[in-house]
């Protein structure tokens, strides 16, 4: 970040348009046209904001009718909708972070991209490793997805979805990138019910690890949450389940590099956008006591080590970087 000109940022907490793509689109771009119409140079989305984060995986194993409406609804890539939220994008000249799932090839991944505000993607990457019962419907991220730090005109903004920010090694690869600016994508979260449920899963536990991570990475925080009522209740089927049963889920917050708050709290069941303004001078006074990737770091005696290469399901005979061992099972097919 050369500039001293504060950024500002836009931090939605918003229903999606439950398993309706054409809706969760339209329901993107009215919220971009109106984080940039009040000023901002980023706007930032929640875990699978499109089509809408699957809450009936915590209440029953498997349901094939809803799995399907899952994935006709899930985003492609290289698409009409994305296209359209790409063009929205550009023509309101904001950055924006989208988190959604992916439809490759009706297998679906966990996935958030970094538009331009020229519209262009500039990162895309998969959550590395779904998080329990995630993993009856999503899939892994390969190598590529460590690569979730992009610059910008804003400064380097990095992705972490959910808890990703409860894993040391893949904080520390995303913090070794150089971000200043970090999004911290999660689903609806509910207060921790003083029962005997985790607290660390809790509203609570999951803004305490995003802004443990503003600390760890002297980075500005972007904490996006989805909001459910009674329509996603409905939708999802969930109101007899224990988890994401009951209207709320919103904790949407910006932290700032000391991990203080910066943005204004809205009521969990409340819908709208949060905004902050950030001084990027704070970045470089937090580093001056503490940068863990810099000279508060002793790699002499401690490192990391990453494979970012990403893998492919078929290798043909002379690819290049292919494995020896695939190469081998090619070889003798």
């Not at 398993?19 to 706007?43: H, S």
């Not at 904001?94 to 490759?104: P, R």
Request: aromatic share 8%; charged share 20%; net charge negative.
């Amino acid at each position: 970040m050369a500039s001293n000109k504060p950024v500002r940022v836009a931090v939605t907490q918003a229903e999606p348009g439950w398993f309706d793509l054409a809706g969760a689109v339209k329901k993107t771009c009215d919220l971009i046209t109106e984080a940039a119409e009040n000023g901002a140079e980023l706007v930032v989305f929640p875990e699978c904001w499109i089509p809408g984060y699957p809450t009936w995986i915590w209440t029953r194993l498997v349901d094939f009718d809803l799995g399907v409406k899952y994935i006709k609804n899930s985003l492609v890539v290289d698409s009409i909708e994305m296209e359209t939220i790409r063009s929205c994008a550009a023509k309101n000249k904001i950055i924006v972070s989208l988190g959604f799932s992916e439809n490759d090839g009706n297998s679906l991944y966990i996935a958030q991209c970094t538009i331009g505000s020229d519209g262009q993607i500039k990162m895309k990457r998969r959550k590395i490793k779904p998080t329990h019962m995630e993993r009856t419907i999503f899939g892994d991220g390969s190598g590529s997805s460590l690569m979730n730090v992009v610059s910008t005109e804003i400064g380097k903004v990095g992705s972490l979805a959910c808890w990703e920010h409860m894993q040391p090694l893949l904080k520390y690869h995303t913090i070794s990138q150089g971000e200043e600016i970090h999004i911290a994508a999660w689903p609806p979260l509910s207060p921790h019910s003083g029962g005997p449920g985790f607290w660390s899963i809790s509203a609570e536990g999951c803004q305490n690890l995003s802004q443990t991570y503003a600390i760890e990475s002297q980075t500005f925080v972007l904490h996006s949450t989805s909001v459910i009522t009674s329509l996603g209740v409905e939708a999802n089927g969930t109101s007899a389940g224990n988890m994401m049963s009951t209207p709320g889920g919103g904790m949407s917050a910006i932290f700032g590099p000391d991990g203080r708050r910066l943005s204004e709290h809205l009521d969990e069941t409340e819908q709208g956008i949060i905004y902050a303004d950030l001084d990027r001078n704070e970045i470089i006074k937090c580093k001056t006591f503490a940068d863990p990737v810099g000279h508060y770091s002793r790699p002499d005696l401690l490192w990391l080590g990453a494979d970012t290469k990403e893998k492919k399901k078929v290798y043909s005979r002379g690819d290049a970087g292919t494995p020896d061992t695939a190469a081998a099972d090619v070889t003798n097919e």
